[in-house]
């Protein structure tokens, strides 16, 4: 078992000292995120080590991406060696992981979440020489360690949730999406005073949490942190990922709207961790730029994300096989199911016609 001194386990300041020695090693300044990388992986019988391999990570690839480690005879001059502002923001996004997660130390699999959401290029391009998806991985790690963001990845059935569109008063309306299936809840009011948002916001948190659902707020990352949310969706104008991340913390969900590719390569470099594509059809609740099947087929076939993509905009019973022939497998739909007669039953049957996770 590691020992455990203040905040860090043995083996996470065993990491860290490791990535000291190889910045001094290759005669740099300050330790860097890609460095504090090499220093996790080089860490033996460590809990993110078992994390990757039960993924069917090969350790031995990723460590190859970086020189061998310093041995422990080696003299190698550590002091003086500092910390670059990235660095600095893995370490407080790993203490925050762990104080989010319930634990009382800090482990090698927060500083490998931190590392994932805050290591920034030079983390992502590793990992992607290794042919893995960061952004992916992250939500894998997260599912591992029993957080609610992690439950993403398997999430087909995202619905936007709003008052006025509503064939029911809004909490009928969320019990309703809930016994229907539902996977994701956005709550989505932009004409709602805070002071009622926040109250509502608070009232559905407790419902989609006890009944396992995700729970997201639409562009408010102030409310979304209030209300305890699993996280915020982002317009284009809103919040940068990058932002919202430091407010919500690396455990929660950010995710970006996209319209058309230039919007998508764009949100992608921000690393969030789904993106809705669309509008795929023109839609009655939102005015948005319509790019099509074209657009949903072109970023799916030819971008490529490292996350998940929920087609939005215009989906109903009766188009949706076009999206999925498109290439998707998970949708985002608002009106089509809670502006029907009985949303529980419409809810039903968008899930009983998607694929089941790990299709």
Not at 78 to 94: C, D, K, M, P, W
Not at 181 to 188: F, K, L, P, S, T
Not at 196 to 215: C, D, H, I, Q
């Amino acid at each position: 078992m590691a020992r455990q001194e203040g905040p860090y386990t043995d083996r996470v300041r065993k990491a860290l000292g490791l990535a000291a020695r190889y910045t001094a090693t290759a005669k740099k300044e300050e330790v860097t995120p890609a460095l504090m990388l090499a220093g996790l992986l080089a860490v033996e019988h460590s809990v993110a080590r078992s994390m990757l391999r039960k993924l069917g990570i090969d350790i031995g690839t990723l460590e190859g991406l970086f020189p061998p480690a310093p041995r422990p005879a080696e003299p190698v001059r550590v002091n003086g060696i500092g910390y670059s502002g990235g660095a600095r923001l893995v370490v407080e996004s790993a203490l925050r992981a762990a104080r989010e997660l319930g634990a009382r130390h800090v482990g090698t699999e927060h500083l490998l979440v931190a590392l994932l959401e805050a290591g920034g290029t030079e983390v992502s391009q590793a990992l992607s020489q290794a042919g893995l998806k960061p952004t992916r991985l992250r939500l894998q790690i997260l599912r591992q360690m029993g957080a609610a963001a992690g439950r993403l990845e398997e999430a087909r059935l995202y619905v936007l949730l709003t008052a006025s569109v509503a064939s029911a008063p809004l909490f009928q309306a969320a019990e309703a999406l809930i016994a229907g299936g539902a996977d994701v809840i956005q709550y989505r009011e932009k004409e709602l005073p805070d002071g009622p948002f926040l109250a509502n916001a608070l009232t559905l948190r407790e419902m989609t949490r006890k009944a396992g659902v995700l729970f997201l707020i639409n562009d408010r990352a102030d409310v979304a942190l209030l209300a305890g949310a699993d996280g915020v969706h982002l317009g284009q104008v809103d919040l940068p990922v990058g932002g919202a991340r430091r407010l919500l913390g690396p455990t929660r969900i950010v995710g970006a709207s996209t319209h058309n590719e230039r919007e998508a390569r764009l949100a992608l470099l921000q690393r969030p961790d789904y993106i809705a594509a669309g509008s795929i059809f023109p839609s009655a609740t939102k005015e948005a730029e319509v790019g099509g099947l074209a657009y949903l087929s072109l970023l799916l076939g030819k971008v490529k994300p490292d996350c998940p993509v929920y087609p939005i905009g215009g989906i109903t019973l009766e188009n949706l096989r076009e999206v999925l022939a498109a290439g998707a497998d998970r949708v985002a739909v608002s009106s089509a199911i809670i502006g029907a007669p009985d949303i529980r039953a419409a809810c039903a049957e968008f899930k009983s016609r998607l694929p089941a996770s790990g299709k």
